[in-house]
């Protein structure tokens, strides 16, 4: 790691060196007694009281933990949580982003750091939402709950199942996903809300199940199944369907943190700044959908299943 101006002008004044004489700040270091501490924390020219050394020793320590490469992760999570709060896929932004930026880190300790930075965004999202558009909140928690319990189980199942036979299948369901969409040109396109009854609250409930499963076990294109999920069963607009979306992804997000939050996979020094970004990408993001609504969304939605197919068969390729 380089280190700063910033990281060395500390170590020098926590070391008693001052910050314009060499060597001279040890001579004039005086204990700090009761009473006296405005007095003796005076600092003559070119020298530091003893009473801050300890405070710059700390913010020394601190700045070492930042990478360098912070500036490019911050850009990476704001361009994510503006992608995922218009119409999910951040983490195809977010993830790679991480991964080339940080080669040097394990893959466990970057998929929590992400998972971390990006739930403040889509939580972020998912309120913004919730306070312009009406949404059916009865089958949307539902599917929320049963999403959080499920999550955490596929998360568990990485162990146990190969992660490479899920692809091809992925692949086909995005594709039928993707012509389903293009075929049928309303799809979406207007808000025709169903009636709540128990076959919808069955079928929100097998939704969040499937869907937190695989986003605990797999997770790229758990956005764009839960909106086609929500406009296919519910009669949602795009709309409407990617707010719904979000509120679900917020429980599988908090159910990977179970996991990774204990185990101490998470670079706070990275994970806290970037989900500052995450979170006003995320309001950015909620912005653009608002007033381009349902026509811009679904045009979002195509391009991001497209982009989803593609990289599903260069990985199965490769």
Not at 12 to 31: K, L, N, P
Not at 78 to 104: C, E, H, I, R, S
Not at 139 to 165: D, E, I, R
């Amino acid at each position: 790691m380089i280190e700063t101006t910033a990281v060395r002008v500390l170590k020098r004044a926590a070391a008693g060196t001052g910050f314009g004489a060499e060597g001279r700040g040890s001579r004039h270091a005086q204990i700090v007694p009761p009473g006296r501490l405005s007095r003796t924390c005076q600092a003559r020219a070119g020298q530091l009281p003893l009473c801050w050394r300890p405070h710059f020793a700390q913010t020394a320590a601190l700045l070492e933990l930042i990478p360098a490469e912070l500036p490019w992760l911050l850009c990476i999570a704001f361009v994510a949580g503006l992608v995922d709060a218009a119409v999910g896929g951040g983490g195809l932004v977010q993830l790679p982003g991480m991964f080339a930026t940080l080669p040097q880190q394990a893959p466990a300790m970057l998929l929590g750091t992400n998972k971390f930075s990006s739930m403040f965004g889509t939580a972020t999202s998912a309120w913004r939402y919730a306070r312009h558009i009406r949404l059916p909140w009865r089958p949307v928690l539902y599917a929320t709950a049963m999403a959080f319990v499920f999550a955490f189980l596929g998360a568990t199942a990485v162990s146990l199942l190969p992660k490479q036979a899920v692809r091809p299948l992925i692949l086909v369901l995005l594709v039928a996903m993707l012509i389903y969409t293009l075929i049928k040109k309303d799809f979406g396109a207007l808000h025709r809300p169903r009636q709540i009854g128990r076959r919808e609250l069955t079928i929100a409930l097998a939704m969040g199940a499937a869907i937190g499963f695989y986003d605990g076990f797999f997770g790229p294109g758990t956005g764009s199944f839960l909106i086609f999920l929500f406009i296919r069963f519910f009669g949602l607009d795009f709309l409407r369907a990617s707010a719904a979306s979000k509120v679900v992804n917020v429980a599988t997000n908090l159910a990977a943190l179970t996991f990774f939050v204990p185990s101490g996979q998470i670079l706070l020094a990275v994970a806290v700044p970037m989900a500052a970004t995450n979170i006003i990408g995320a309001v950015a993001g909620t912005r653009l959908a608002l007033r381009g609504g349902t026509p811009l969304i679904r045009k979002l939605f195509v391009l991001l299943v497209v982009i989803l197919i593609g990289k599903m068969a260069w990985d199965l390729a490769h």
